[in-house]
């Protein structure tokens, strides 16, 4: 094998393992990350504390509704991973995971 057969292989293994990570990967340990996630959060944290560990873990949160639902989700994997917040008064009340399948 030539060298230059060699070196195409080689970036050609590198482009599909970054391809693998970036589409693939997130949807394969999304689910279990984000449900440990959302199983850490404890009753009675600020918004902004849980706002923050979300930002931390890569995730991302919408604005509080008017009944206090707050939804952290990853953007990596198109909102198929949530955690379901319910704040009352800017302090957590509950935090459920769901899957969106």
């Not at 060298?3 to 050609?12: G, N």
């Not at 923050?52 to 873990?57: C, I, V």
Request: with cysteine.
């Amino acid at each position: 094998m030539t060298k230059r057969k060699r070196i195409s292989l080689i970036v050609a293994a590198a482009v599909i393992a970054g391809l693998f990570y970036v589409a693939v990967w997130p949807f394969i340990v999304g689910g279990s990350k984000m449900q440990a996630f959302c199983q850490s959060l404890i009753t009675d944290m600020p918004f902004a504390q849980v706002r923050d560990l979300a930002e931390r873990n890569g995730y991302r949160c919408t604005a509080p509704s008017r009944d206090g639902r707050v939804l952290i989700h990853e953007s990596r994997s198109f909102g198929r991973f949530v955690c379901d917040a319910q704040f009352n008064e800017e302090r957590l009340v509950s935090a459920r995971y769901q899957s969106n399948d």
